[in-house]
């Protein structure tokens, strides 16, 4: 029996090898006035920076370009909107990693409307978000956020009281995301690792989350395989190996939609916290945690034999392993192994590389929620987490 469920819509998807050239029209079909977003060493040193200018101009698009070059801040969003919001932007164009388009989608959705987007940020602002933007197409440069699919921009503020939240509204879903593998090419290794490590946890967080429903598991369980398959490739051969890039895209883009309908786990809750206030990475907060959240959540959900999640973990565990035909315990023991290896081999940073020690654990616990983790870990259970990456 299937459980009941609903399935919000996408953006038109375009995937595969070369389509970026099909950016150019698709950005004509929606206007002429275009807002260009890169991040620099995204395009502009994988070669595709003039091709894919170049392609804007030659439709006649008349373009302006902004250089995102970190994790969008309240600040960095109204200065960008304060300069284009009386300029007639019709189309706004994110090309690069989750970043630019969590900006492309801010800026897209901060044109129209008064104000800072601190005042609509959730958890931060009073004002509700209208729903009005400027058509935005997303063309992602990495495999891990899957931004390109969903309805929110993370935006962040960096410091002792820094945060990590969303602007967030169902018309905010792309217009449009162009999926092109060759632009992962150049793609360096250590980013390849970390966002390849954030569309894994995503996948997995949103497989087992409590809101999981039959669509988000079909693709969970295909982007997974797909992360088995060819995350450790595109960190080895990242720059020639196009089927492994092909693979991660796809997984990327699946952990997307997964996310946006089923929701996330503790990996993520404890990602905003540490980003807001050791400025990690996002994908680097991710990855370092997965191993440590993942063997405490199977063995609270070992005391719980008959619970979904624990079922689930044993199908992953199997995709995951390299044995056949034994118990499902020395799957599960192995899935644990699995994820640190896959730690040590991508080279994940430790947090405490980032500033976190002891003293900092409590305040990072506090401000962490499970979303939708599957089972509670005990406040003793989270600190040993964290420091198992100090
Ligand atoms: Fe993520």
Partial sequence: MIDSFQFSSLPEIIFGRGKRNELAAAVNARGNRVLLLTRSYSIQNSGYSDEIISGLKAVNLELEHEIIAQE?????????????????????????????MDAGKAISAMIPVEGSIREYLEGVGEKRHPGLK?????????????????????????????????????????????IDPEMMLSCPAGLTAASGMDAFSQLLESYLSTRANAMTD??????????????????????????????????????????????????HGFASPLGGFYHIPHGVACGSLMAPVFATTIDNLLEQPDHPAIKKLIIISKVFADFKYKQDMEYLQAFK??????????????????????????????????????????NEQMANVLKARI
């Avoid at 109204?78 to 090309?95: L, M, P, T």
């Avoid at 900092?360 to 499970?370: A, P, R």
Wanted: proline share 4%; hydrophobic share 40%; with cysteine.
């Fill in 72 to 100: 969008p801040s309240p600040s960095l969003i109204d200065q960008i909107v304060e300069k284009y919001r009386h300029s007639g932007i019709e189309v706004v164009v994110a090309v690069g990693g989750g970043s630019v």
């Fill in 218 to 267: 079909a693709l969970a369980l295909q982007g997974l395989k797909q992360i088995k398959k060819y995350l450790l490739r595109a960190f080895l051969e990242g720059e020639q190996n196009i089927e492994a890039r092909s693979g991660m895209a796809l997984a990327a883009m699946f952990s997307g939609i997964t996310l946006a309908h089923a929701g996330l786990g503790l990996v």
């Fill in 134 to 178: 400027i058509p935005f197409i997303a063309m992602p440069t990495t495999s891990g956020t899957g931004s390109e699919m969903t309805k929110n921009a993370v935006i962040s503020e960096v410091g002792e009281e820094g945060f990590k939240k969303s602007l967030r509204h169902h018309n905010f879903i792309p217009e449009l995301a162009i």
């Fill in 337 to 378: 192994e699995k994820l640190i290896h896959f730690t040590t081999l991508l080279e994940i940073p430790l947090l405490s590389e980032y500033g976190l020690n002891e003293e900092g654990v409590q305040k990072v616990i506090d401000c962490t929620s499970h979303k939708f983790h599957p089972v509670t870990l005990s």
